[in-house]
């Protein structure tokens, strides 16, 4: 085995260990057996199904089509198909009871690392597959995929951990302060012209990342950070929310239909607001990017400010355009991977860091938090790039594609680093808010 490969499997191995121990102490660790088996909020699984169904998604991929081996559990597929069984559902499958559920994924995981060991992941060298379309293998993407998939579940599990009603049982380590640098400008300017959208070449990206593809733009100011809770709760004091001029003809039925006045989980606390937050009540802290708002909320903000929400395209090139070098960086900082300098993600807290905390993950235009915190809404509908081909199956995102839903970028606190870049997409519905959601401005306009 060449040392590309060793080191490939050695991380594989890793990241597949850290996966399983956060999603056990987001469950088996965290909740007895009648809160597993609970559905907390129709809008959620029971934690106990997303617990057996990131062990279902691993066998299929990892163990059967990858490894061509005979299925261990066929009687539970049905059960742990997500297109097959809708969330408000699942809480009356004959599901694994917890012990059970453990015990499969343990045996799944001692078959996928047994097979890990002979596997030939295509590194250095890529290998596509016979029909001339890229290989599962290639450079350890359905390896890759898999992990992901994991820790986008652990985010999923913490929002029902968010619904759930009750004493906290998560455990917040607050961890060391990093800088703080608040913007001193509201918003950079990004000056007209092209850049790369996308990406073709990096292994841990799914389908709907690519192709690659160049996309010009004209001039556009976007906010330094996200919106903070203060600047949000300005606009809620102004009326924002009584103020039928600044919806949209859908966000305002959902307004009015959902009767709502603040973000979810916040509550008027004397001349300011509180929030419930995985069972502690505190108050709303001032510095911190709103969360918990749907993208109703967000495009009503930006036009009370006089601004938009940005595109898709405009979120992405402020986030990775290097206009130094013409190029498209993985990361906003660069193409090194996160870690507690650039940004505040894979649940160090259980919640946004303050604005301005992460200097060091600020692109080379100056936008700073763009990776990590909130999710950020933006005002495009989610489709396929151009060229777009399906890898490795169309139920992970073509099915989504033109159904009305809202891309969002940047991933949030909840993100585990090895599910998000600069060209990840996630999408959902208009009207979700138990999500980790947040929001920057935008608007057109030449440089001052």
């Not at 047994?114 to 001339?132: I, K, Y």
């Not at 379309?133 to 820790?151: K, N, P, T, W």
């Not at 389908?207 to 300005?234: C, K």
């Not at 997409?425 to 401005?441: E, K, L, T």
């Amino acid at each position: 085995m060449n040392q590309e490969q060793e080191r490939a499997k050695e991380r594989i191995a890793a990241e597949l260990d850290r996966s399983r121990r956060r999603s056990n102490g987001l469950t088996i660790d965290a909740l007895d057996e009648e809160g597993l088996l609970a559905q907390h909020s129709p809008l959620m699984s029971p934690l106990v199904w997303d617990l057996a169904h990131i062990g279902n998604y691993e066998e299929q991929w990892l163990l059967r089509a990858a490894g061509g081996r005979e299925a261990l559990r066929p009687d539970i597929d049905g059960l742990y198909d997500a297109f097959e069984n809708p969330r408000a559902d699942r809480v009356t499958l004959p599901l694994l009871r917890p012990q059970e559920a453990r015990e499969y994924n343990d045996r799944v995981r001692k078959e996928v690392l047994d097979s890990l060991e002979s596997v030939d992941l295509g590194v250095p060298e890529p290998r596509e597959a016979p029909d001339g379309r890229r290989s599962l293998l290639d450079a350890g993407f359905v390896f890759h995929m898999v992990i992901q998939h994991e820790h986008q579940h652990d985010e999923t599990m913490l929002a029902t951990h968010q619904l759930r009603t009750g004493e906290p049982v998560l455990l917040e380590d607050v961890g060391t302060v990093a800088a703080l640098r608040p913007p001193v400008e509201e918003e950079v300017f990004v000056p007209e012209g092209g850049f790369t959208m996308g990406t073709d070449d990096d292994p841990w990206a799914y389908d709907n990342e690519g192709p690659s593809h160049e996309v010009v733009l004209g001039p556009y100011w976007i906010d330094t950070a996200p919106v903070t809770n203060a600047a949000y709760q300005r606009f809620i004091e102004d009326g924002g929310y009584q103020s039928r001029r600044w919806w949209t003809r859908e966000g305002w039925e959902w307004r009015e239909r959902a009767s709502v006045r603040a973000p979810a989980f916040w509550s008027p606390e004397g001349d300011g607001w509180s929030r419930r937050r995985f069972g502690r009540q505190e108050m709303v802290p001032s510095d911190e990017p709103v969360q918990h708002v749907n993208f109703h909320e967000a495009a009503a903000y930006a036009a009370w400010a006089g601004k938009r929400l940005p595109t898709e395209a405009e979120w992405e090139k402020a986030a990775r355009f290097d206009p130094g070098t013409g190029r498209s960086r993985r990361y906003p900082w660069g193409d090194d991977e996160p870690d507690s300098r650039h940004a505040n993600l894979g649940q160090r807290k259980l919640g946004p860091s303050p604005a301005g905390r992460h200097p060091d993950g600020a692109s080379p235009l100056g936008v700073q938090q763009l990776i990590g915190d909130v999710w950020e809404w933006t005002s495009t509908t989610f489709t396929g790039y151009p060229g777009f081909r399906t890898f490795p199956y169309r139920e992970y995102s073509e099915v989504f594609f033109d159904q009305g839903y809202k891309v969002l970028r940047g991933g949030s606190w909840a993100t585990h680093p090895t599910a998000v870049r600069s060209t990840f997409r996630n999408w959902d519905h208009a009207i979700r808010r138990q999500i980790f959601s947040g929001f920057r401005c935008a608007r057109d306009g030449e440089s001052a």
